[in-house]
Nanobody, 115 residues
Framework: QAQLVESGGGSVQPGESLTLSCAGS?????????VGWFRQAPGKARERVAQ??????REYAESVKGRFTISREHGNKLYLQMNNLKLEDTAVYYC?????????WGQGTQVTVSS
């Protein structure tokens, strides 16, 4: 069964860094498709954090520009490098992919930033 699996979440202090990973399993290959990272904080709607569109065009939410970097690895890997984390970055982070007219979501990984 095709699915996305995230890893790399955890608890950190403000200013620290984390790298989230997302891997496609089964027959899911992410090459050439739009992929992204979303997050959802308690009591808030899910929001797009970073996206790789076709032709490798990248887009970031204003709140993370200059701090987060989205990247992909040939095949089925997606990453989110998060630097200088802030309290407001606390959320469950999800990877997402649009592959052949189907949308896939990972199960989510918790990122907690606290002092």
């Amino acid at each position: 069964q095709a699915q996305l699996v995230e890893s790399g979440g955890g608890s950190v202090q403000p200013g620290e860094s984390l790298t989230l990973s997302c891997a496609g399993s089964g027959e899911l290959n992410l090459d050439g498709y739009a992929v992204g990272w979303f997050r959802q904080a308690p009591g808030k709607a899910r929001e797009r954090v970073a996206q790789i569109w076709s032709r490798d065009r990248r887009e970031y939410a204003e709140s993370v520009k200059g701090r987060f970097t989205i990247s992909r690895e040939h095949g089925n890997k997606l990453y989110l490098q998060m630097n200088n984390l802030k309290l407001e970055d606390t959320a469950v982070y999800y990877c997402q992919a649009d592959v052949l007219h189907a949308t896939y979501w990972g199960q989510g990984t918790q990122v907690t930033v606290s002092s």
